[in-house]
């Protein structure tokens, strides 16, 4: 009978085991057909692993090849904030273990596991009491992250919570392989359109740069055959055409120019925003260029959008010598950069830019010149804030696309440099740009 008994109960855990993998199985596949948002899924994801196994707390980690870090993209818990978009190396920890070897383990006891890394215990004041990790991957097998659940709060995580995640992770790992799928088709069909308006442009203004390169030789010609009659022509004759013609005179070449310079900065503004929709990196055209009047002159253009917006815009532009960089390429970063500050605070704030240079020493410890911005706006959490460093930014913006600090972090790529930056949601946004130094 006592056996009978222990039948029943192992049927009843067997079919009560079986009935959360359905339950997670329909939640986590109601998101596919939810969402093509990967944030979305990932924190539907998250929250359906948590309820189906009784956990407190968990992590999904995706990989960065970069740098071969796992990223804390997701979490939920009590410290989710804290360590949204911390990082940590692919080999660190329970985390990068099962990254590495693709391979589940239950950790009820993680004080006794030689891999579990305390580090971020120690950080944040969490305290992991047991935890169940388990790799993310992609149809074709190739790992993508790991997702990790922690502090089961009823009893130890048992086997049957590991194949209810594993078959969660899983169906996860599709749904993140789906919106990226989704993401790069998008992105990609977007580039192509703008390529075809790039070649577009390109045809349109051609006549315009042939009519005004033609205009000035005429030009040239016309006002020496003026010169040559006004030199045997009556005084005042000569006086009423030089009168007539000398305000042409004076500027028609600055305003051939100007417009020479305009057409080409549209070409070339439309190829750059192709190449950052497309993920491909301009190759720069480095100059000697004096950078404090680079960025003074992007700044005078957007003191009439700070000014409206009640905000301060204030500058730190020390003289440095001069340096080779692609003019356009930083002129179109350094207006990014505080186009968006400005749009991030609130009137009254103050948007910072800031040049230095230190000219001794290897880069990026030395050799280098930076460009700062910093606002007194809103902030951003950190989670964003590692996702614009990368170059894989989400705007957050109404219309937005995200495209502008896209451009800014292919600058800073194609000059071989650093992008970094901090932000405190509440307490303003610091974005550097550093450039390695070359005469």
């Known amino acids: 009978m006592a056996g009978n008994t222990a039948s029943v109960t192992d049927i009843r855990e067997t079919l009560d085991a079986r009935n959360r993998q359905i339950a997670a199985v329909h939640a986590v596949s109601g998101l596919l057909s939810s969402s093509l948002d990967l944030e979305d899924r990932l924190r539907g994801v998250l929250n359906v692993a948590l309820e189906a196994v009784g956990a407190v707390a968990g992590t999904i980690y995706l990989h960065r090849p970069e740098d071969d870090a796992l990223v804390f993209r997701y979490v939920v818990g009590e410290k989710g904030r804290e360590l949204t978009g911390h990082t940590m190396h692919a080999d660190a920890g329970l985390a990068g273990a099962v990254f590495r070897s693709g391979k589940s383990q239950i950790t009820n006891h993680p004080e006794d596991a030689v891999e579990h890394d305390t580090e971020v215990e120690r950080k944040t004041g969490f305290a992991t009491t047991?935890?169940?990790?388990?790799?993310?991957?992609?149809?074709?097998?190739?790992?993508?992250?790991?997702?990790?659940?922690?502090?089961?709060?009823?009893?130890?995580?048992?086997?049957?919570?590991?194949?209810?995640?594993?078959?969660?992770?899983?169906v996860a790992a599709a749904a993140i392989e789906t919106a990226q799928l989704a993401r790069e088709a998008q992105t990609a069909a977007i580039a192509h359109a703008v390529g075809d308006l790039s070649h577009d442009i390109k045809n349109k203004v051609a006549p315009i740069v042939m009519g005004i390169s033609a205009l000035r030789p005429d030009l040239d010609a016309m006002f020496q055959e003026l010169d040559a009659f006004a030199a045997t022509a009556p005084a005042e004759i000569a006086e009423t055409l030089a009168r007539i013609s000398g305000g042409v005179r004076e500027g028609y070449g600055e305003i051939i120019d100007l417009i020479l310079d305009q057409v080409g900065a549209v070409q070339e503004y439309a190829k750059l925003i192709a190449d950052a929709l497309k993920g491909t990196v301009t190759e720069p055209q480095l100059e000697s260029n004096d950078l404090a009047s680079v960025v003074a002159a992007q700044l005078e253009m957007l003191d009439p959008v700070a000014h409206a917006c009640g905000i301060t815009l204030s500058r730190r532009l020390l003289p440095i010598s001069e340096c080779r960089f692609d003019r356009f390429q930083v002129e179109r970063a350094v207006y990014n950069l505080v186009n968006n500050a400005i749009a991030e605070t609130a009137a009254g704030g103050t948007v910072t830019v800031a040049i230095a240079a230190t000219t001794e020493g290897r880069f990026p410890d030395g050799g280098f010149v930076e460009i700062e911005v910093s606002d007194t706006g809103r902030g951003m959490p950190q989670e964003l804030l590692e996702r614009i460093l990368r170059g894989d930014p989400k705007s957050t913006k109404p219309g937005g696309t995200g495209l502008g600090t896209r451009i800014v972090y292919?600058?800073?790529?194609?000059?071989?440099?650093?992008?970094?930056?901090?932000?405190?949601?509440?307490g303003g946004t610091t974005f550097r740009m550093r450039l390695p130094f070359s005469t």
Not at 141 to 147: N, S
Not at 154 to 167: A, G, K, R, T
């Open 130 to 170: 047991s935890l169940v990790t388990v790799p993310l991957k992609y149809q074709a097998g190739r790992p993508i992250g790991v997702m990790q659940i922690l502090n089961k709060q009823e009893s130890e995580f048992d086997q049957n919570d590991l194949e209810v995640l594993e078959i969660i992770a899983s």
């Open 410 to 426: 292919n600058a800073v790529a194609a000059h071989h440099g650093v992008f970094s930056g901090t932000s405190a949601e509440g």
